[in-house]
């Protein structure tokens, strides 16, 4: 259960939006408990077995299907709004830059700005997207794996390969446009370059919700996820080592909903 | 072989517009519709390859190209199809091919119906080139054209038409979702079409959350199938045919899958027409002239597109409105102008390293699937010439389990989180290890001699 707790965790810090995007892992749970529990089953009427396997694939399938119209539906969306950006770049260095038709330094600034803080932020939801992938693609390899321990099947290495193609779980595309935010940001960074390196943490206070709370626990997750457990295989992740895990643990503080 | 799709998809779809009730019009459109088809099946492979530019991994090229992803309404029961509601006579009849159907059906689950048809078939394909390296082709392509006799509800011409055994039962469960997707397909092929099927679609533009679709559909599932077969089947067609409008606010369920080049041309063609408020979906879809794109796609990611541009801050703030705005602080103190670009700096490298850290592990991932899989074929190749001389193979599994077993401890080490050290050389040992995971994965269900 402790990857349901750790998923239902990330569901808690995750947008709002997506809270019920994400892969119902407790109910496939009890599905294949109800398959398991009944093992008589299937050696005598096999199509009671088969009902159940097929409950439990069409189950699956929905899911999937779920994650792959809300995945191209922000990846739509993350097209359109990088386009965006782009173009909000250009417009406010050909108006208010330097070399623009009305320089002006302090427009030039609130806008660079206001910029900054959207690319970060939609750097931060395409790789919360991304990771929104990621977590769902675990919980459908665990659940799988589950299935075929307790009812011997042979769904899992069929199923995954089906699951590594779908459109949720290909995110080169995204990806893609979050490096070039990274590399945009770096530039524009360096633009308006600031003195002083304040500890952020006081900042981190007031901004720590949504994106930012997200990406810590997203991290944080994905570190416990892949400490060596019981049934740690040969299909098993390796460790992750953070290097500041401990400093991340901190932002996890101030936390408005109780985490169990 | 073109013909013989064509005809099916011919007699199954006058069969359900006859049970709609609409077999008036349908009898005018039918020339039309197989006209159509045969414009579909000639476009369907573009459609794809313009939806699925991404494919990862691709061991058995032609079989894995064609079973896409799914870009609409899934067949979850497709599955279910040999397994599930079957009688036992199919079943039976099903058994000795039993995990090789259950595998193609997997494969070709969640496709797009017109293309399941191209995919059942491929995934029959891939089963058999995986498992006995035979080609089937020709011998098997008929029955997988019958397998997606696309959801008729009343059961005699499931019976009719079925030739595959236990999918039939399962079409209810498939939902008329899949007919109504399929008959989008002919919507979006075919303008000479679009008004017949208007007609005939007159009362499908409801909009219904998906969820609901779901719901009802595992609650038949829940319930005795067969049972409910025909007391259900008038409910699930009218709530697929809800669901189908649900996802685009049209009877259109496809998925277009954008890209920075398409929404370029989107664009550009906007731009042509005079803006996003001035655009008409109608002229973009002309403009661009972007096949499988279709009317509604066009108006989606034209209403997103408008979205964008014209409300960014509605935009930004729609999906993060629990983030405690920074401006506000932003505008009571200059200092806090410093806290803000260093808030945002950690932010961001925050958000870079959860970045590097999912494309790890995702690749991670990838390659462990790979390589089970790799393993697996070397496996059942082993085991197949294992049978031609049946006592070597008993012993050639053991001793390479026992072989292999001397390396399961210095896995964990192998794997190190950075891509760059797991390339081919290392992947000898790593083939190894999972010969093991594979063996016990291969050997579970059947009982074997060897011990692990």
């Known amino acids: 259960m402790k990857f349901g707790k750790r998923l239902k965790r990330q569901i808690q810090e995750s947008l709002p939006s997506w809270r019920d995007k994400f892969l119902s892992y407790k109910d496939l749970k009890k599905l294949v408990r109800l398959i398991s529990s009944a093992p008589a089953a299937a050696a005598n009427g096999s199509s009671e077995y088969g009902k159940a396997e097929a409950e439990f694939v069409y189950l699956l399938n929905s899911e999937?299907?779920?994650?792959?119209?809300?995945?191209?539906?922000?990846e739509e969306d993350f097209i359109i709004r990088h386009k965006e950006l782009q173009q909000r770049i250009q417009r406010a260095i050909g108006t208010w830059g330097p070399n623009g038709n009305q320089p002006s330094q302090i427009d030039y600034g609130k806008e660079m700005e206001k910029i900054r803080k959207d690319i970060v932020d939609f750097h931060g939801e395409m790789v919360l997207l991304m990771n929104y992938s990621n977590i769902n693609y675990t919980g459908l390899a665990k659940i799988l794996k589950k299935y075929d321990k307790r009812t011997g099947g042979l769904l899992r290495s069929l199923f995954i390969q089906k699951v590594l193609q779908q459109p949720f779980f290909t995110t080169d595309l995204i990806s893609q446009l979050a490096k070039e935010c990274e590399s945009s940001i770096d530039a524009l960074f360096t633009v308006a370059e600031e003195e002083q390196v304040w500890g952020g943490r006081e900042a981190i206070k007031v901004s720590g919700e949504g994106i930012f709370r997200n990406t810590v626990q997203a991290l944080l997750t994905m570190q416990e996820i892949r400490r060596a457990s019981s049934t740690y295989s040969h299909f098993s992740l390796p460790p992750l080592n953070l290097p500041d895990s401990d400093l991340m643990l901190l932002f996890q503080l101030n936390s408005p909903i109780p985490i169990p | 072989m073109k013909a013989h799709p064509v005809l099916s998809i011919q007699r199954s779809s006058e069969r359900q517009l006859s049970n709609h009730g609409a077999s008036g019009a349908l009898s005018s459109s039918l020339p039309v519709l197989s006209s159509t088809l045969e414009e579909k099946y000639s476009m369907l492979p573009n459609c794809q390859q313009l939806l699925m530019e991404r494919e990862l991994v691709n061991t058995n090229s032609?079989?894995?190209?064609?079973?896409?992803?799914?870009?609409?309404?899934?067949?979850?029961?497709?599955?279910?199809?040999?397994?599930?509601?079957?009688?036992?006579?199919?079943?039976?009849?099903?058994?000795?091919?039993?995990?090789?159907?259950?595998?193609?059906?997997?494969?070709?689950?969640?496709?797009?119906?017109?293309?399941?048809?191209?995919?059942?078939?491929?995934?029959?394909?891939?089963?058999?080139?995986?498992?006995?390296?035979?080609?089937?082709?020709?011998?098997?392509?008929?029955?997988?054209?019958?397998?997606y006799p696309v959801n008729t509800p009343s059961m005699d011409i499931q019976a009719g038409s079925n030739n595959n055994g236990?999918?039939?039962?399962?079409?209810?469960?498939?939902?008329?979702?899949?007919?109504?997707?399929w008959a989008d397909q002919l919507i979006n092929d075919g303008d000479s079409l679009t008004s017949n099927w208007n007609e005939i679609f007159v009362?499908?533009?409801?909009?219904?959350?998906?969820?609901?679709?779901?719901?009802?559909?595992?609650?038949?599932?829940?319930?005795?199938?067969?049972?409910?077969q025909q007391i259900s089947s008038p409910s699930l067609e009218s709530s697929s045919l809800n669901l189908a409008s649900s996802a685009s606010s049209a009877p259109n369920k496809t998925r277009m899958h954008w890209t920075p080049e398409l929404h370029e041309a989107f664009v550009e063609a906007v731009n042509k027409l005079g803006g996003g408020e001035k655009a008409t979906p109608k002229g973009v879809l002309?403009?661009?002239?972007?096949?499988?794109?279709?009317?509604?796609?066009?108006?989606?990611?034209?209403?997103?597109?408008?979205?964008?541009?014209?409300?960014?801050?509605?935009?930004?703030g729609s999906s993060e409105k629990k983030l405690t705005?920074?401006?506000?602080?932003?505008?009571?103190?200059?200092?806090t102008g410093v806290e803000i670009t260093e808030a945002l700096r950690l932010q961001m490298e925050l958000q870079k390293c959860l970045h590097e850290q999912l494309e790890i592990q995702r690749n991670l991932q990838l390659q462990i699937e790979e390589q089970g899989r790799y393993l697996k074929m070397i496996f059942e190749r082993q085991s197949g010439a294992g049978d031609l001389l049946k006592a070597s193979s008993p012993s050639s599994l053991g001793s390479s389990s026992a072989q292999t077993t001397d390396n399961v401890p210095?896995?964990?080490?192998?794997?190190?989180?950075?891509?760059?050290r797991l390339d081919n050389g290392e992947s000898e040992n790593a083939r190894a290890d999972a010969i093991t995971a594979s063996v016990q994965l291969l050997s579970g269900p059947t009982p074997s001699p060897q011990s692990e």
Request: glycine letters at 4%; one cysteine or more; aromatic letters at 6%.
């Open chain 2, 410 to 420: 210095s896995s964990p080490s192998k794997n190190e989180p950075s891509c760059s």
């Open chain 2, 62 to 147: 032609l079989a894995l190209h064609a079973s896409l992803p799914s870009n609409k309404g899934v067949v979850g029961p497709m599955l279910a199809s040999t397994s599930g509601f079957s009688t036992d006579l199919q079943f039976s009849s099903v058994v000795p091919l039993e995990r090789h159907s259950r595998k193609s059906f997997l494969i070709s689950q969640s496709s797009d119906n017109g293309a399941s048809m191209l995919l059942t078939h491929h995934s029959r394909t891939l089963q058999s080139t995986m498992s006995s390296n035979s080609d089937c082709w020709s011998k098997e392509s008929l029955p997988n054209f019958f397998e």
């Open chain 2, 203 to 228: 009362d499908t533009n409801i909009e219904d959350p998906e969820s609901k679709e779901m719901k009802s559909a595992t609650k038949i599932l829940t319930t005795q199938p067969q049972a409910l």
């Open chain 1, 64 to 74: 999937i299907e779920k994650f792959n119209a809300f995945f191209m539906e922000e």
């Open chain 2, 166 to 181: 236990g999918c039939v039962m399962t079409e209810e469960l498939c939902k008329q979702n899949d007919w109504q997707v």
């Open chain 2, 286 to 316: 002309k403009l661009m002239k972007v096949e499988g794109l279709t009317i509604y796609h066009v108006k989606s990611h034209l209403q997103k597109y408008r979205t964008a541009r014209y409300r960014p801050d509605s935009l930004e």
């Open chain 2, 325 to 335: 705005p920074i401006k506000e602080v932003a505008s009571l103190d200059l200092k």
